[in-house]
């Protein structure tokens, strides 16, 4: 690649890293160009994935800040960047990596943290945010102080989803068990927290 396509490829690659909220490493050795296609039709209009060269991968994930990746660029790269519910993202490619096993799920980032494979296992385990505006819904009609305290949560805000899996996950790293799952959708329907704009539109429509 010639020093002018390699400089467009990083800004390109560091344009995607920083306009996403999240981004997902996978391995795809041993897919197919088909299979490929499927699991970007699998995962939507909001999520770009991208088979990406390792060297030029790791320069625009350093000047996007981004630095969970260096150690993990290995091998045949694709990234999932996301730029709508990190938790239907993380359910696509759990799936699809169920019924591929050689797509292989490396680590991720969201809001600028990074996620290992397991973290992002548990993200997909949560409940979208499509999920929890139907559930406040119905709090609306059949609670109005139930509805009060749901509104205030943050429903799919990227950066409770992360915090409530790390509090979830055990201080060795291991899994946590399916309970754990139950109680972190829980805790991000229960915590007040101030609801963003998006959200707060979302819910008055």
Do not use: W
């Not at 350093?62 to 359910?91: C, Q, R, T, W």
């Not at 805000?157 to 309970?179: H, I, N, S, Y």
């Amino acid at each position: 690649m010639a020093r002018p396509d390699k400089a467009a490829a990083v800004a390109e690659l560091t344009d995607e890293f920083r306009s996403s909220n999240g981004a997902v490493l996978t391995e795809y050795r041993g897919l197919t160009v088909a299979q490929l296609k499927n699991l970007r039709t699998a995962l939507g209009d909001d999520v770009n994935y991208a088979v990406v060269k390792n060297t030029l991968t790791k320069i625009a994930a350093k000047d996007a800040g981004v630095e969970s990746f260096d150690s993990l660029l290995e091998g045949p790269s694709a990234i999932a960047f996301i730029k709508g519910d990190a938790v239907v993202a993380a359910k696509g490619l759990r799936d699809f990596a169920k019924a591929n096993p050689l797509l292989v799920i490396k680590g991720g980032v969201l809001d600028g943290k990074p996620l290992s494979s397991d973290e992002i296992s548990k993200l997909a385990d949560l409940e979208s945010r499509e999920v929890l505006l139907a559930k406040l819904a119905g709090a609306m009609k059949a609670a109005p102080q139930q509805a009060v305290s749901l509104f205030a949560a943050p429903l799919s805000q990227a950066a409770r989803l992360f915090a409530a899996l790390q509090d979830k996950l055990p201080a060795d790293g291991a899994a946590a068990p399916e309970a754990a799952a139950e109680e972190t959708v829980q805790d991000t329907v229960d915590a007040p927290a101030e609801a963003s704009t998006e959200e707060t539109a979302a819910a008055d429509s």
